[in-house]
């Protein structure tokens, strides 16, 4: 029965740290995600900058 009780809370260590880590891509997707808005409004935003120029 030690052995058994030892596995379990392997397996339930193991799994909260998975969902740790599931959680922290998440965190990194949605930071990833507003990165790369901002770089698209500012990209736009320098695009009718440089639009003023035209001739």
Do not use: C, H, P, Y
Request: glycine share 6%; aromatic share 2%; proline share 0%.
């Amino acid at each position: 029965m030690t052995n058994l009780s030892e596995v379990t809370t392997t397996m339930n260590t193991s799994m909260e740290e998975m969902a740790i880590g599931a959680r922290k891509i998440n965190e990194t997707g949605s930071t990833l995600t507003e990165i790369s808005n901002q770089v698209k409004l500012s990209i736009e935003k320098i695009g009718e900058q440089v639009d003023l120029f035209k001739v």
